[in-house]
Every structure is written in structure tokens, then in C-alpha cells.
């Protein structure tokens, strides 16, 4: 988990994730010198979080490379420290990456707004590596992969701004193959302060230069079906979210995933 100052919702994201935890997990947080909350409240979870690191100045790739890079395990993932898992999203996860061959799965995603209501969904159609490699559309709070997948296509980017997780999809689909899990594992918070919404443009510049760095082009059709990919997902998005039933259940397992009951207890092992 990459993080700076996010001392207003990392608690959440925290409680999120490690109330899904075996003692055999590896949960790594990578603070890059935050001067808000943020350090009480690692304090405070101290015994669930595996390893703590403190890099002054890292920037989030910068963190996500030196988590990576200093800890291995069998499969990985992050989640960054204002979204959220969903309650079951490990678990299920771990089956499909344990009963296949895929080198990542993820599935849909739910947004949510800084107070934890429910916003909209992002729903997305089969895995298509066409499709997904020309679009940034894979929800990264929900994508888990191999580690040794991810370290043979490189790693982390550290030089990377915004579309570390674009980047290292794209590698990853260059050598083996996604699935797209019809199910919500993970919520992304929508909110003034967030990456997304104060670097849109510097995103969409780097994911063109990893399109041309990767050998990804465009031919003259792919407009039009980038246009009915996302039709197709406000389509989606807009059949679930006037499903009433669809609304309460999601909200009820957002409201799960940060209110679990998390006991105080010896860490997680590093093993």
C-alpha cells in the first residue's frame, strides 16, 4: 500500500484489506513521508501490517517498486490507501489465480464518494487483451497477478506519474493471459484530492507513451470500438445502479469492508 497523507481514509482502506488477511499474507506499507495522521494510524495497526517503510520523497511507483522489489510472494496485488477491498475479494481472487493459468485476474468495480456512499459502477465485459491493452479501463483496486509474472515483464515502473498500473497490465498481457471475474472486489474513492481527478491529462500523456514504448497501435476502427466499450459501461453501469436491490447490497458490503471487526494481534508472517 503506497501512501502519503492520506490520513483522512487510509484507516478505512487498512481496515478494508488486512480483515481478509491469513497469517501468511504479506501486507507492506510504504509511506513516503507523510505529515497528517497517517503515521498514528499505522501505529495503531502496527500488529496487522507486515512491514512499515518510510521513503521520504517516494513517489507512488517509486513505493510500489520498493515494496515490491524488497518482498516476494506467490501473488500480489495493491491497493492504494484511499480505496477499498470488498469483503470476499482475497478469497475469491485466490481461487480462480489457484485453479488456473491466468497471470492476473480482476473484476468490476463500484466508486464511491469520500463518506463511503455509493456512487456508480464500472462494469466491464469478458476480458478482451485487445481491447483492455489500447484502454486504461482495468480497475486496479481489483487486479491481482503473479509475482513472478510481474517481475519477468520488469516490475514496477518507477518512472511513472500516473499509469503505473496501465504500464504493467499491458507487460503483463504482452505474456500471458487476464480474466475478468463477474463480480466487485474492490471500490475506488472519487474525491478532489485524488491522483485521478488532479492529473487526468498528465494520464492520458503517458498512456500514449506506453502505447508507442510497447509497440500498442491503433488502427482506424479502434475509435469506434473504443466508443462502444464505453457505452457498453455506462450501459452496464446504469442497469445496476437503478436495480434497487443491486444499491443496498453494495452499500451494505462497502459498509462491511470498513466497519470488520479487526482484532489487535501478532502480525502477519513474513515467511
Not at 66 to 81: D, E, I, V
Amino acid at each position: 500500500m503506497p501512501t502519503l497523507n492520506q490520513g483522512e481514509f487510509i484507516e478505512r482502506s487498512i481496515v478494508s484489506l488486512v480483515s481478509q488477511l491469513t497469517p501468511e499474507d504479506i501486507f507492506v506499507v510504504v509511506d513516503g513521508g507523510s505529515t497528517d495522521r497517517t503515521p498514528a494510524i499505522l501505529e495503531k495497526y502496527v500488529n496487522q501490517i507486515t512491514h512499515i517503510h518510510v521513503v521520504p520523497g517516494s513517489s507512488q511507483a517509486q513505493a510500489l517498486e520498493y515494496g515490491f522489489t524488497n518482498h516476494q510472494a506467490k501473488f500480489a496485488c495493491y491497493l492504494n490507501s484511499d480505496d477499498l477491498l470488498l469483503p470476499g475479494a482475497v478469497e475469491s481472487a485466490l481461487s480462480i489465480l489457484n485453479q488456473s493459468e491466468y497471470s492476473a485476474v480482476y473484476s468490476h468495480r463500484l466508486f464511491i464518494d469520500p463518506q463511503d456512499g455509493l456512487q456508480n459502477t464500472w462494469v466491464l465485459p469478458p476480458h478482451n487483451s485487445y481491447l483492455m491493452k489500447r484502454w486504461d479501463y482495468i480497475p486496479q483496486e481489483t487486479c491481482f497477478w503473479r509475482y513472478d509474472k510481474m517481475m519477468q515483464v520488469g516490475g514496477i515502473n518507477a518512472e511513472l506519474q500516473f499509469a503505473v498500473d496501465y504500464d504493467l497490465f499491458v507487460r503483463l498481457m504482452q505474456q500471458g493471459t487476464f480474466y475478468r471475474a463477474n463480480e466487485f472486489w474492490g471500490a475506488f474513492r472519487v474525491h478532489e484530492d485524488s491522483k485521478t481527478q488532479r492529473q487526468i491529462g498528465l494520464g492520458q500523456k503517458e498512456v500514449r507513451a506506453i502505447q508507442l514504448r510497447l509497440g500498442i497501435k491503433s488502427k482506424l476502427w479502434d475509435r469506434v470500438l473504443g466508443g462502444l466499450l464505453r457505452r457498453f459501461v455506462e450501459w452496464r453501469a446504469s442497469r445496476w445502479m437503478q436495480d434497487k436491490s443491486f444499491s443496498a447490497q453494495h452499500e451494505d458490503r462497502v459498509h462491511k469492508s470498513v466497519t470488520a471487526d479487526i482484532l489487535l494481534t501478532p502480525p502477519p508472517s513474513s515467511q
